[in-house]
C-alpha cells in the first residue's frame, strides 16, 4: 500500500527531514511509490522531474503546457525540493481534460515571440516527460499526454493482443488536377479482405493520410473496431497531404481539389479494390475536415458519410471560404446521411470552437439525419484527434455492436 495518498502528504513529511539527505531518501521511496508522473488526485495533476546527480546542477524546468497556460511561454514553473533533485508543480485541471505537454529543462526562459529560432529552442530544451508512457510520436516532436480520469481513452492501439490485423498497402498517386507528383496514398484493406472474392465493401477517404496512417493509427483502431463489431469491415484510403503552403491552398475549399476526389482518387481507388461505391465517407482532421465537408455537401449522393474533427470553420486563413461552407449546411436541401462532428475545449475560441457549437445547433435540429457531435477536453492537435477517432468511424459506417442514433 502507498505510503502517501496524496501530493501534499507527501511534501508535509519532507518538511520534517532532518536533512537533506533524509529529505533525499524521502524522494526515492515516493518514486519507488509513484514511478508515472503526472501524480493525479481528483482534478489536481501533480508533475515531478528527477535529475542523475551526476549530471550538471540544472537551474530550471517548467511544465509546457500552451493548451491551456494563456502566458508566454506557455509555462508552468517547477519547484526544486530544497536538498534533493526533485522537482515539481501541481495544477488543476477538469476531470475529463486529455492534453499534450512537455518538460521544459533549463530553457532560458525568454517569451517564444522574441525567439529567433523557436524550433531550434524546442529541440533543445524540450522534450516529452521521461516518467510518463503515454506519449505521442508526431515525428518531429514527442509529446506526453495527460490523461484525467474521466477523459477519453488513450491507447497504443497497435499494442493490443489478440486483434486480428488488417494490410495496410502504400501506392503513389499523381494529379493533373493538384498539379503534384508521386504523392503517398495508403490503403487499409480489413482482416480477411481478398481481392479475388465478390464481395465489396464500404470506403473512407481520409486527408493527411501521413497522420492517419502514423500517429493517429486509423489502421489499429480500424482492426480492433472491426474485431469488437462496432465498425463494419471497410476499406480507408488515406492521402498524403502537400507540405507548407500547399496543405492550405489545397484543402481550403476549392472545386479543383473536389474534382480530384470525385475524378482521380475515387476512380483509382475503385479500380484496385472491392469498394462499394453506393457507400463512401470522406473525412479529415483540421483544414483537412474542411476539404471534407466541401466535397461531401457539393456531392452527398457519392460523399455520403463525413467526419470533421476540428475544422476551422471560422476566423483566420480562409475565413471567406470556410464562412460559404457553413452557409452551405444551412441552405443545402440535402446532406450527407451520417455526419461525426468534434472539437476540442481548448482550440482557439473564434476559429474553432464557436463556430464548431453554432453548426452543431443547425445540424442537430436537422430532420432524417444521423448526426453526432463530440467536444473533448482537448486542444489543437494529435493527441485529441486521436482520442475521437474510434468514435467517428463507428459513427460512420456501425457495425452489429455499435449506436446507430
Known amino acids: 500500500m502507498p505510503r502517501w495518498l496524496d501530493f501534499d502528504a507527501f511534501l508535509a513529511d519532507t518538511m520534517l527531514a532532518v ?49 491551456t497556460i494563456n502566458a508566454d511561454p506557455p509555462f508552468l514553473r517547477m519547484e526544486r525540493l530544497a536538498g534533493t533533485n526533485f522537482w515539481h508543480v501541481s495544477h488543476v485541471f477538469e476531470r475529463d481534460d486529455l492534453l499534450d505537454y512537455m518538460l521544459a529543462v533549463d530553457d532560458p526562459m525568454t517569451p517564444l515571440r522574441t525567439e529567433p529560432n523557436v524550433a531550434l529552442r524546442v529541440a533543445t530544451y524540450w522534450d516529452a516527460d521521461p516518467r ?145 461505391a453506393a457507400h463512401v465517407a470522406i473525412g479529415g482532421v483540421a483544414v483537412g475536415a474542411a476539404a471534407a465537408a466541401y466535397a461531401a455537401l457539393n456531392n452527398p449522393m457519392v460523399f455520403s458519410g463525413l467526419a470533421m474533427i476540428s475544422a476551422p470553420l471560422g476566423k483566420g486563413v480562409g475565413s471567406d471560404q470556410l464562412r460559404d461552407l457553413v452557409r452551405t449546411f444551412e441552405t443545402n436541401e440535402t446532406l450527407p446521411a451520417r455526419i461525426f462532428q468534434s472539437v476540442g475545449r481548448y482550440e482557439a475560441k473564434a476559429r474553432f470552437l464557436r463556430p464548431a457549437l453554432t453548426l452543431r445547433e443547425t445540424l442537430v435540429s436537422q430532420r432524417n439525419l444521423a448526426y453526432r457531435f463530440a467536444e473533448t477536453g482537448s486542444g489543437h492537435g494529435l493527441v485529441g484527434f486521436k482520442s475521437v477517432i474510434p468514435e467517428a468511424l463507428a459513427w460512420l459506417f456501425p457495425g452489429s455492436a455499435a449506436p446507430s442514433r
Open 19 to 67: 536533512n537533506d539527505e533524509a529529505r533525499q531518501a524521502l524522494v526515492e521511496e515516493l518514486i519507488e511509490d509513484q514511478p508515472v508522473s503526472p501524480w493525479i488526485n481528483d482534478d489536481r495533476a501533480t508533475f515531478f522531474y528527477t535529475h542523475a546527480a551526476s549530471l550538471a546542477p540544472i537551474e530550471n524546468v517548467a511544465l509546457v503546457l500552451d493548451t
Open 132 to 276: 510518463n508512457p503515454l506519449r505521442m510520436d508526431g515525428g518531429e516532436t514527442r509529446v506526453s499526454v495527460l490523461r484525467m480520469g474521466t477523459a477519453r481513452a488513450y491507447l497504443d492501439w497497435m499494442a493490443l493482443k489478440a486483434v486480428p490485423r488488417g494490410k495496410v498497402t502504400q501506392h503513389t498517386l499523381n494529379s493533373d488536377l493538384l498539379g503534384f507528383k508521386e504523392r503517398a496514398l495508403w490503403v487499409y484493406t480489413p482482416p480477411g479482405y481478398r481481392p479475388g472474392a465478390r464481395m465489396t465493401y464500404p470506403v473512407l477517404i481520409l486527408h493527411d493520410g501521413q497522420w492517419a496512417a502514423g500517429p493517429l493509427q486509423v489502421p489499429a483502431i480500424a482492426d480492433a473496431l472491426i474485431k469488437n463489431n462496432r465498425l463494419q469491415p471497410l476499406i480507408i484510403a488515406m492521402i498524403q497531404s502537400g507540405t507548407g503552403g500547399d496543405r492550405e491552398r489545397e484543402y481550403l475549399p476549392n472545386d479543383a481539389h473536389y474534382q480530384f476526389l470525385l475524378t482521380e482518387l475515387l476512380p483509382f481507388v475503385q479500380s484496385n479494390y472491392k469498394i462499394d
